[in-house]
Structure formats: C-alpha cells, structure tokens
C-alpha cells in the first residue's frame, strides 16, 4: 500500500466518535433503559468515574448523548440520546447479534 490515510472514510469517523468498548457499553445502557444519569451508569458498569465522564463528554462532542441539567442546586443533569444517536440502534442490535452468535463466551 503507498500508505495515504483514509481521512474521507465513514467507518474511520464513526468509530473515532465511540468505538471504544465503554462508549458502546453506555450506548448499550441507553437503548436498555432510556435516559440515564452518572451515577446510574456507574453503578451498572462499574467503570471508574473518570472513564464514565470522558467517555460521555466524548458522545455528548460527537452529538451521540445530550446533556440535560434538571437541578441547579445541587447542580444534576441527566443524559439523553440525540437524534443521532437513536440512529446507533441497528448498530448495536447488530453487535449484540454478533456476540451472540460469534463472539467467545456469547
């Protein structure tokens, strides 16, 4: 190969904007149970605090996740699927498909 970098590829930008195993497991958490909050993923995923957040500020700049605040005092928000993330569903329909089927241990 003479080695230029596929910058205009589609899948290259998908998975830069959550193909990491954490974001997928937090989008996994969102088409099981609708809006969550911090705390609700943490508890289920029992990731460490600083992973949960970079991984929602990831989705949150990639359009996938919406922040919504519903308490100024004490300050909480709530986070939701945009648009763009509900459009995810096949997608992670299709990996647990995968899984499933084909994965060890699925």
Same mark, same amino acid.
């Given at each position: !190969? +003479?080695?230029?970098?596929?910058?205009?590829?589609?899948? !290259?930008?998908? +998975?830069?904007? !959550?193909?990491?195993?954490? *974001?997928?497991?937090? %989008?996994?958490?969102?088409?099981?149970?609708?809006?969550?909050?911090?705390?609700? %993923?943490?508890?289920?995923?029992?990731? *460490?605090?600083? +992973?949960?957040?970079?991984?929602?500020?990831?989705?949150?700049?990639?359009?996938?996740?919406? @922040?919504?605040?519903?308490?100024?005092?004490?300050?909480?928000?709530?986070?939701?699927? +945009?648009?763009?993330?509900?459009? %995810?569903?096949?997608?992670? @329909?299709?990996?647990?498909?995968?899984? *499933? *089927?084909?994965?060890?241990?699925?």
């Amino acid at each position: !190969m +003479t080695g230029k970098p596929r910058e205009n590829c589609p899948v !290259m930008h998908a +998975t830069n904007a !959550m193909g990491d195993q954490w *974001s997928i497991l937090i %989008l996994r958490e969102f088409f099981l149970e609708g809006p969550r909050r911090f705390q609700d %993923l943490q508890d289920v995923l029992e990731a *460490s605090p600083n +992973t949960l957040s970079a991984r929602l500020k990831k989705l949150e700049g990639a359009g996938i996740l919406e @922040r919504r605040q519903y308490s100024k005092n004490p300050p909480r928000a709530e986070y939701h699927l +945009t648009e763009a993330g509900e459009a %995810l569903r096949p997608v992670i @329909r299709a990996l647990h498909a995968w899984g *499933s *089927s084909f994965a060890p241990g699925g």
